[in-house]
Structures are given as C-alpha cells and as structure tokens.
C-alpha cells in the first residue's frame, strides 16, 4: 500500500489549497483517515480527521477554515484549507488505517508529505 500526497504549494495568506492522498495497491477498506503537519522545530500535530461513515473532527486551530473529505471510489482524502495564515505553513501528511483483506488486522501508513508555505 502506497499514500501520494499532493496539492502542497506557495500561497498568500488568505489564500486555499487543496490537499489530496490517494492510496494505491492491495486494499480491502480505509477506515479512519487523518491529516497531520509538521512545522520547522516543531512536533508533528493532529489537524483533521475523517471515518468511513464520514463524520469529521478539527484540531482547533483550524476549525472553521479547513475540511477534510474523502472519495471512497476513488480511494482519495481531501483537506480544502481555506483563509491561510502563514502560521499554517507546514509539511502536511497523510495517515491512513488500511485493511488489506478481509481478514488482516488493520495497519496506518503514512504519505509521504506535502510543503505547504503560507507567505505573509
């Protein structure tokens, strides 16, 4: 199983971005879905999270800015980020629990991160 994270970018505060992960190779079903970032010098933070019924969860520093959705056909997660601040700016990644069959015990993996530089 693999996690592309893409749509990372430079953008003016104020601006949208638009985060996709696709997962590719053996997968049976993606349960629970969750964005993370990692600034410089810091540690990597929770920021959104989504389960297979869709329902939805926001760390509070972006609550009200950022959605996270999911196309289930299409085995891809979203993050619209709206209102950018510069205190956004990050590597954002992806992390996915994925079962294989319909038997494994269900794994996270993680993608490979996206740079996202909010200028001010």
């Known amino acids: 199983v693999q996690l592309q994270a893409s749509g990372g970018g430079l953008v003016q505060a104020g601006g949208s971005l638009r985060l996709s992960c696709a997962a590719s190779?053996?997968?049976?079903?993606?349960?629970?879905i969750r964005w993370y970032r990692q600034a410089p010098g810091k540690q990597r933070e929770f920021i959104a999270a989504?389960?297979?019924?869709?329902?939805?969860n926001y760390a509070d520093s972006v609550k009200g800015r950022f959605t996270i959705s999911r196309d289930n056909a299409k085995n891809t997660v979203y993050l619209q980020m709206n209102s950018l601040k510069p205190e956004d700016t990050a590597v954002y990644y992806c992390?996915?629990?994925?079962?294989?069959?319909?038997?494994?015990?269900?794994?996270?993996?993680w993608g490979q991160g996206t740079q996202v530089t909010v200028s001010s």
């Open positions: 992390r996915e629990r994925i079962s294989r069959t319909p038997y494994s015990v269900p794994d996270d993996y």
């Open positions: 190779g053996t997968i049976f079903s993606i349960d629970y």
């Open positions: 989504i389960t297979s019924g869709g329902s939805t």
